[in-house]
C-alpha cells in the first residue's frame, strides 16, 4: 500500500506505536456496537426457526394422567340397579405420532427458514459493513479535527506574533491606533476560530465513543487503501453485484418468498401418520375396575373444503414471490447508484487536490512576500492580516480535501461490500451461511 504520508504531505501529526490503529478501531466497533450486536441476536433467533420446522420430521410423544371423581348415570348402571355411580376416577395416556407424509409442508418450511436464516447472516455482513464505515468516518474525523486544531493553534501564534509588532511599534511611537485595533480584532478572531474548532474536536471524539465504543486515545494515520480500489468505476459496479450482502439478503429473500409458496400447497394433500397408543384408567364411566386399550393405526386425513382458504393463500404468496423480487431489483439499482455515488465523490476530491495544493503554495509565498513588504513599508496591515487568514483558509480547505478523499475511497469499499475484507477485520460468527438440505 501506499503510504498515507504521501497522500497527505502536509502538516500531519505523528501516531506512536501505542496508538489506535483504524483496523483496531473497526475490529472494536463490529465486535460491540448494538446495531451489529441486535443483527447478530435476530440471526441466532431466526436459525432456532430452523430447527422448529425440522421437528416435523421427528415423532411426537404425549403423556397424560389425571385423577378426580365422576358421576355416572347411564343405561348401564341404572340397567344394573346402581342408579347413579360416584367413583373415583383415574386416567393414564401415552401417545406417538410420526409423520409419513404432509404434502412437504415440513420439508418447504425447513427450506424457508434456512433462507430467512441465509438472509438474516447477510443483514449481519450488512450491518457490520455499515457500522464499520460509520466508525471510518468517526475515525478520520477525530484525526481530522486534530488537524484542524493544530491548524488553528498556528494561525492563532502568527496573529499573535503580528500583534506583538504592531503593539511594538504603538510603543515605539510610529504605530497607529487604527492599526493596533485591526490587530485585535483579528487575534480575537483568531481565538475563536481555535475555540470553533477545540469544540468541533470534542464533537467528534463523542461520535466516535458513540460509534467505536471507547475513547479515541492516540490515533494513529492509516495507510490508503488505494490499492484496493479498482481500476474503473465498472469494474467496481462488477464486484459490489457479486459480492454486496444487502443484495444477497435479498435473494435469499426471494428464496424464502419461494419456499413459503411451496408450503402453501401443502393442504391440497393428505396427511399421512403413524400413530401408537395405550391407555390405562380405573373406574371409568361408571365401571369399577381397570380399563386397559393399546392400538397401532395409520391415520390419513384430507380436507376436502374450507372455503377457499388454501386456494387464497397460495394466491397470496404468489405475490409475496414477486414482490421480493421487486425488492432484490431495486437493491440492485440501490447498490449501483451507491457505488456510482462514491466513485463520483472520489473523482471529484482527486481532481480539487492539485488545486488545494497550490491554493496553500501560492497564499504562503504572498504571505511570506507581504510579511517582507510590510516591514518596509510596501504593504499595510490588512493586506498582512488577510494573507495570514488566506493561508489559514487553503491549509484548512487541503486537510478537508485529503480527508475527505480517504473516507471517499473507504466509502467505495463499502459500496462493494469489502471494507471489512480491506481492513482485515473479521465478520461476525453469525454471518455465517447455513448449507441447505438439498
Same mark, same amino acid.
Given at each position: 500500500?501506499?503510504?498515507?504520508?504521501?497522500?497527505?504531505?502536509?502538516?500531519?501529526?505523528?501516531?506512536?506505536?501505542?496508538?489506535?490503529?483504524?483496523?483496531?478501531?473497526?475490529?472494536?466497533?463490529?465486535?460491540?456496537?448494538?446495531?451489529?450486536l441486535a443483527a447478530v441476536h435476530e440471526r441466532q433467533a431466526v436459525s432456532k426457526e430452523v430447527d422448529q420446522a425440522k421437528a416435523?420430521?421427528?415423532?411426537?410423544?404425549?403423556?397424560?394422567?389425571?385423577?378426580?371423581?365422576?358421576?355416572? !348415570?347411564?343405561? &348401564?348402571?341404572?340397567? /344394573?340397579?346402581?342408579?347413579?355411580?360416584?367413583?373415583? $376416577? #383415574? %386416567? +393414564?395416556?401415552?401417545? @406417538?405420532?410420526?409423520?409419513?407424509?404432509?404434502?412437504?409442508?415440513?420439508?418447504?418450511?425447513?427450506?424457508?427458514?434456512?433462507?430467512?436464516?441465509?438472509?438474516?447472516?447477510?443483514?449481519?455482513?450488512?450491518?457490520?459493513?455499515?457500522?464499520?464505515?460509520?466508525?471510518?468516518?468517526?475515525?478520520?474525523?477525530?484525526?481530522?479535527?486534530?488537524?484542524?486544531?493544530?491548524l488553528a493553534q498556528t494561525n492563532l501564534e502568527a496573529h499573535q506574533r503580528t500583534h506583538d509588532q504592531i503593539m511594538l511599534r504603538?510603543?515605539?511611537?510610529?504605530?497607529r491606533k487604527a492599526d493596533m485595533d485591526q490587530s485585535l480584532g483579528r487575534l480575537a478572531l483568531a481565538e475563536a476560530n481555535l475555540?470553533?474548532?477545540?469544540?468541533?474536536?470534542?464533537?467528534?471524539?463523542?461520535?466516535?465513543?458513540?460509534?467505536?465504543?471507547?475513547?479515541? !486515545?492516540?490515533? &494513529?494515520?492509516?495507510? /490508503?487503501?488505494?490499492?484496493?480500489?479498482?481500476?474503473? $468505476? #465498472? %469494474? +467496481?459496479?462488477?464486484? @459490489?453485484?457479486?459480492?454486496?450482502?444487502?443484495?444477497?439478503?435479498?435473494?435469499?429473500?426471494?428464496?424464502?418468498?419461494?419456499?413459503?409458496?411451496?408450503?402453501?400447497?401443502?393442504?391440497?394433500?393428505?396427511?399421512?401418520?403413524?400413530?401408537?397408543?395405550?391407555?390405562?384408567?380405573?373406574?371409568?364411566?361408571?365401571?369399577?375396575?381397570?380399563?386397559?386399550?393399546?392400538?397401532?393405526?395409520?391415520?390419513?386425513?384430507?380436507?376436502?373444503?374450507?372455503?377457499?382458504?388454501?386456494?387464497?393463500?397460495?394466491?397470496?404468496?404468489?405475490?409475496?414471490?414477486?414482490?421480493?423480487?421487486?425488492?432484490?431489483?431495486?437493491?440492485?439499482?440501490?447498490?449501483?447508484?451507491?457505488?456510482?455515488?462514491?466513485?463520483?465523490?472520489?473523482?471529484?476530491?482527486?481532481?480539487?487536490?492539485?488545486?488545494?495544493?497550490?491554493?496553500?503554495?501560492?497564499?504562503?509565498?504572498?504571505?511570506?512576500?507581504?510579511?517582507?513588504?510590510?516591514?518596509?513599508?510596501?504593504?499595510?496591515?490588512?493586506?498582512?492580516?488577510?494573507?495570514?487568514?488566506?493561508?489559514?483558509?487553503?491549509?484548512?480547505?487541503?486537510?478537508?480535501?485529503?480527508?475527505?478523499?480517504?473516507?471517499?475511497?473507504?466509502?467505495?469499499?463499502?459500496?462493494?461490500?469489502?471494507?471489512?475484507?480491506?481492513?482485515?477485520?473479521?465478520?461476525?460468527?453469525?454471518?455465517?451461511?447455513?448449507?441447505?438440505?438439498?
Amino acid at each position: 500500500m501506499r503510504p498515507l504520508a504521501l497522500v497527505f504531505p502536509l502538516y500531519l501529526m505523528v501516531g506512536t506505536s501505542s496508538a489506535a490503529t483504524l483496523q483496531e478501531a473497526v475490529d472494536a466497533t463490529v465486535k460491540t456496537n448494538p446495531d451489529v450486536l441486535a443483527a447478530v441476536h435476530e440471526r441466532q433467533a431466526v436459525s432456532k426457526e430452523v430447527d422448529q420446522a425440522k421437528a416435523g420430521y421427528y415423532p411426537t410423544l404425549d403423556l397424560q394422567v389425571g385423577t378426580g371423581w365422576e358421576m355416572t !348415570d347411564n343405561p &348401564s348402571t341404572r340397567g /344394573s340397579g346402581k342408579g347413579e355411580v360416584h367413583l373415583n $376416577r #383415574d %386416567e +393414564a395416556r401415552l401417545d @406417538a405420532r410420526q409423520m409419513l407424509f404432509d404434502g412437504m409442508e415440513t420439508k418447504n418450511e425447513v427450506e424457508r427458514q434456512e433462507a430467512r436464516t441465509n438472509s438474516r447472516a447477510f443483514s449481519v455482513f450488512s450491518s457490520a459493513e455499515n457500522t464499520g464505515l460509520d466508525a471510518v468516518e468517526a475515525y478520520l474525523n477525530v484525526l481530522r479535527r486534530q488537524h484542524l486544531v493544530e491548524l488553528a493553534q498556528t494561525n492563532l501564534e502568527a496573529h499573535q506574533r503580528t500583534h506583538d509588532q504592531i503593539m511594538l511599534r504603538s510603543e515605539r511611537g510610529v504605530g497607529r491606533k487604527a492599526d493596533m485595533d485591526q490587530s485585535l480584532g483579528r487575534l480575537a478572531l483568531a481565538e475563536a476560530n481555535l475555540m470553533s474548532e477545540q469544540s468541533n474536536l470534542r464533537d467528534a471524539e463523542t461520535s466516535y465513543i458513540r460509534v467505536v465504543g471507547m475513547e479515541p !486515545d492516540t490515533l &494513529s494515520q492509516p495507510d /490508503s487503501p488505494i490499492s484496493l480500489i479498482p481500476q474503473t $468505476r #465498472d %469494474e +467496481a459496479i462488477a464486484t @459490489a453485484v457479486d459480492n454486496h450482502p444487502t443484495l444477497r439478503l435479498a435473494a435469499f429473500d426471494v428464496e424464502s418468498a419461494q419456499a413459503q409458496h411451496a408450503t402453501a400447497k401443502a393442504p391440497f394433500y393428505p396427511d399421512l401418520h403413524l400413530e401408537l397408543g395405550t391407555r390405562a384408567d380405573h373406574d371409568i364411566d361408571g365401571q369399577e375396575g381397570k380399563d386397559k386399550d393399546l392400538y397401532a393405526m395409520l391415520r390419513l386425513r384430507y380436507n376436502l373444503a374450507n372455503g377457499g382458504r388454501d386456494t387464497a393463500r397460495r394466491e397470496e404468496t404468489a405475490f409475496l414471490i414477486n414482490q421480493a423480487a421487486e425488492i432484490r431489483n431495486n437493491t440492485h439499482r440501490q447498490v449501483e447508484e451507491s457505488v456510482r455515488l462514491s466513485w463520483n465523490a472520489w473523482e471529484t476530491v482527486k481532481r480539487q487536490m492539485s488545486f488545494r495544493r497550490q491554493h496553500v503554495e501560492s497564499s504562503e509565498k504572498s504571505r511570506d512576500a507581504y510579511q517582507q513588504q510590510f516591514s518596509l513599508g510596501q504593504r499595510t496591515l490588512l493586506d498582512l492580516l488577510d494573507s495570514e487568514n488566506e493561508v489559514f483558509s487553503a491549509r484548512t480547505a487541503l486537510v478537508n480535501t485529503q480527508y475527505d478523499e480517504m473516507f471517499a475511497m473507504y466509502r467505495i469499499l463499502n459500496s462493494m461490500g469489502m471494507l471489512l475484507q480491506g481492513l482485515n477485520v473479521e465478520l461476525p460468527e453469525a454471518a455465517t451461511t447455513i448449507a441447505s438440505n438439498e
